[in-house]
């Protein structure tokens, strides 16, 4: 299993994560309130699951289960 925010980096290791079969997780960076990070937008078809730390961004394939700060 992968577990990785929104940054660039993850996402490289998150496409490789699910290219070898694991479970991934993405969580999008607390800085992005406005709207899903560029970074978050291309993780999308590779997560299993993507989580927003903002509510109203919640919906279209990202959950929001609560604030991690």
Aim: proline share 6%; hydrophobic share 45%.
């Amino acid at each position: 299993m992968l577990v990785t925010t929104g940054a660039l980096p993850g996402l490289f290791c998150l496409i490789a994560a699910r290219a070898i079969g694991a479970r991934t997780i993405w969580i999008d960076s607390i800085a992005n309130s406005d709207q899903p990070s560029l970074s978050g937008r291309c993780a999308r078809p590779f997560a299993h699951e993507w989580f927003t730390q903002w509510p109203h961004l919640a919906g279209d394939g990202r959950r929001f289960d609560g604030a991690l700060l």
